[in-house]
């Protein structure tokens, strides 16, 4: 079992659509990374979190450490939003762990 | 935050031959970090590499084929050698994602083997 799971791996939705990517994680962690990978292959990051909620934009995040639990949620979504959405976390003194990504693609 | 500057951005090469990717960090940084994404796959660590100091591999890594170097505290190259189809993939440098720090990366570099 991976130390790091995402659902779906694939999700095509209509513009405007309310968008939800999930990520569970097995080990205790500092910090969980949300990072969005565009197809040339530059990646982005778009959230750190260690508690609670972020947001920017129409991205938030939200991150549940009893659950070991984090989703990403993008409102309003459009076109542009289509990209690879990896999860990443990071244990205390280790390396970063990522997910298996999540193609996300927004038709107009 | 911090931009960094990875190139060539792809490159089609030969079985065989050697291809050296650069990454340039606007900024000082203690370590960055080489990245594999073969087609389809998360990303998995290849190396860190230290201003000063031997790169450390990770398991299935070695120095022979994947040489690094770090002349400094902004720049590093990742050099993939003797290179067979299996070494297409992206290749990522990266800074931060440390004690709890962000993450930055490069564009990536997208190597084709024929």
């Known amino acids: 079992k991976n130390e790091v799971e995402q659902s779906p791996q694939n999700l095509t939705a209509q513009e405007g659509e309310f968008i939800t990517i999930n990520c569970s994680y097995s080990?205790?962690?500092?910090?969980l990374h949300w990072l969005q990978q565009h197809p040339g292959g530059g990646i982005v990051s778009l959230f750190m979190?260690?508690?609670g909620k972020k947001k920017h934009g129409r991205l938030i995040a939200t991150i549940n450490i009893q659950e070991k639990h984090s989703s990403l949620h993008i409102t309003a979504s459009h076109p542009r939003d289509s990209a690879v959405y990896i999860c990443a976390v990071r244990a205390p003194a280790q390396k970063l762990v990522f997910g298996q990504g999540t193609r996300l693609t927004i038709n107009p | 935050s911090a931009v960094i500057s990875q190139k060539p951005s792809r490159d089609i090469c030969q079985r065989g031959t050697s291809l050296t990717i650069q990454c340039q960090v606007d900024s000082q940084v203690t370590m960055m970090f080489w990245y594999r994404q073969q087609p389809g796959q998360s990303l998995t660590l290849i190396a860190t590499?230290?201003?000063?100091?031997?790169?450390?591999?990770e398991s299935g890594f070695v120095i022979d084929k994947f040489p690094i170097s770090r002349p400094n505290l902004t720049f590093s190259t990742l050099t993939v050698s003797n290179m067979s189809p299996e070494d297409s993939s992206i290749y990522l440098c990266?800074?931060?994602?440390?004690?709890?720090?962000?993450?930055?990366f490069g564009q990536g570099t997208r190597l084709t083997v024929v």
């Open positions: 990266s800074v931060g994602g440390v004690m709890n720090t962000e993450a930055f």
């Open positions: 979190l260690s508690s």
């Open positions: 590499a230290n201003q000063g100091s031997e790169a450390t591999y």
């Open positions: 080990v205790g962690i500092s910090a």
